[in-house]
């Protein structure tokens, strides 16, 4: 897998990918599709500051991850939050621990100091990649998520660099 820097080329298969997450899991509590437009918005307000990688095999982007502010405050200002999505038929295969091993370098160099996952439950692939990565867990927050007719736990994991 080819690790890389986001480009605006990927806007559309990352759009595609996040959007099948929000119309079949609760990995994210967002409920309505997003257009390219709105995924734009979001890359070009996280690159100004922080990262975006993307994963490529063969020339197609399978997955990609991101870190951006955790609170807006300026004391949270060394904290990141940390997000990785994968297509379905890259899960399973070590491409997502490459891709946050590279983000969590990333973060490192650009100075920042801890990472932040937040994983809503149950999630047992993502739980055990911030495991395998040394993220700790830290908490969980009861039923704060709604989605699909029920309530959901969010997991808090925390790794420091």
């Not at 047992?124 to 029920?150: A, C, M, N, W, Y």
């Amino acid at each position: 897998m080819k690790i890389r820097q986001i480009q605006d080329e990927d806007i559309k298969r990352i759009t595609e990918l996040y959007n099948w997450y929000i119309l079949n899991t609760t990995v994210t509590f967002e409920t309505e599709v997003i257009n390219p437009l709105a995924m734009k918005e979001r890359v070009q307000e996280k690159v100004e500051k922080y990262d975006w990688l993307v994963g490529e095999l063969e020339q197609k982007v399978i997955g990609y991850a991101y870190y951006g502010s955790f609170r807006s405050r300026p004391a949270y200002n060394h904290t990141v939050e940390l997000t990785i999505y994968l297509a379905q038929e890259s899960i399973g295969k070590g491409f997502g621990k490459l891709l946050y091993s590279e983000l969590i370098q990333s973060a490192e160099e650009r100075g920042f100091r801890e990472l932040i996952g937040v994983i809503a439950l149950p999630n047992p692939g993502s739980t055990v990649l911030h495991q395998k990565l040394g993220f700790q867990e830290i908490g969980v927050l009861k039923r704060v998520g709604h989605k699909f007719d029920r309530y959901i736990d969010v997991g808090i994991w925390q790794k420091s660099i």
